[in-house]
């Protein structure tokens, strides 16, 4: 069964940066939207930031200054780089992709990953 596999939290103080990386952990036939959420502590998970096959990109408002999304449709990853990185920015980091695994499949299931966690720290 493939899952999302993230990689990249960790502790870092405010100021600091990180990338998270998420890819499937198998062979998949392709992948439509990919999608970094966050919860923080007592929070609702919140969409952080998206990206489709075709490379159209959303990065949540209040921390576009500062995210930048990428992906790469060779390697079927989705990145997130974070600069700046303030105490609110400090949760659990998901990745989430609409997959097909093979041609025959007419629509994308949805794939969520454990998650990853960042703490900024002050």
């Known amino acids: 069964q493939v899952r999302l596999v993230e990689s990249g939290g960790g502790l870092v103080q405010v100021g600091g940066s990180l990338t998270l990386s998420c890819a499937p952990s198998?062979?998949?036939?392709?992948?439509?939207?990919m999608r970094w959420y966050r919860q923080a502590p007592g929070l609702q998970r919140e969409l952080v930031a998206s990206?489709?096959?075709?490379?159209?990109?959303y990065v949540l408002d209040r921390v576009n200054d500062r995210f930048t999304v990428f992906r790469d449709n060779d390697k079927n990853t989705i990145n997130l780089q974070m600069n700046s990185l303030q105490p609110e920015d400090t949760g659990v980091y998901y990745c989430?992709?609409?997959?097909?695994?093979?041609?025959?499949?007419?629509?994308?299931?949805?794939?969520w990953g454990g998650g990853t966690l960042v703490t900024v720290s002050s």
């Open positions: 989430n992709a609409e997959i097909k695994m093979s041609p025959r499949d007419y629509y994308a299931m949805d794939y």
């Open positions: 198998g062979p998949i036939f392709a992948i439509d939207d």
């Open positions: 990206t489709t096959e075709s490379g159209t990109k």
